[in-house]
Nanobody, 121 residues
Framework: QVQLVESGGGLVQAVGSLRLSCAAS????????MGWVRQAPGKEREFVAA????????YDNDSVKGRFTISSDHAKNTVYLHMNSLKPEDTAVYYC??????????????WGQGTQVTVSS
């Protein structure tokens, strides 16, 4: 079993930055890849980024490439999403997830409660 708790969301102005954190407990980095998924109002959840247990990462969401970076700290059992040059269209609830490495939401078995990110123009 894996428990995920996100933090770090909030209100930020466009072109600003935020760092989201996801604290994991249970069988975590040694067993699962970690990912970030977001859901904007009225839209479906979409993949943002993922990181494998050995540190490989992927950002199949073109809208965040070059602006967002995923990283992990195994000693702290925490995964981060560093978000720079934020845009109003980045406004969403951001979820942390654990599962099989990849960009399909179906690959992720465990989910956090989400943290709200609001970017004002």
């Amino acid at each position: 079993q894996v428990q995920l708790v996100e933090s770090g969301g909030g209100l930020v102005q466009a072109v600003g930055s935020l760092r989201l954190s996801c604290a994991a407990s249970g069988r975590t980095f040694s067993s699962y890849a970690m990912g970030w998924v977001r859901q904007a109002p009225g839209k479906e959840r979409e993949f943002v980024a993922a990181i494998s247990w050995c540190g490989g990462s992927t950002y199949d969401n073109d809208s965040v490439k070059g602006r967002f970076t995923i990283s992990s700290d195994h000693a702290k059992n925490t995964v981060y999403l560093h978000m720079n040059s934020l845009k109003p269209e980045d406004t969403a609830v951001y979820y942390c997830a654990a599962g099989v490495y990849g960009s399909s939401l179906l690959q992720y078995k465990y989910w956090g409660q989400g943290t709200q990110v609001t970017v004002s123009s």
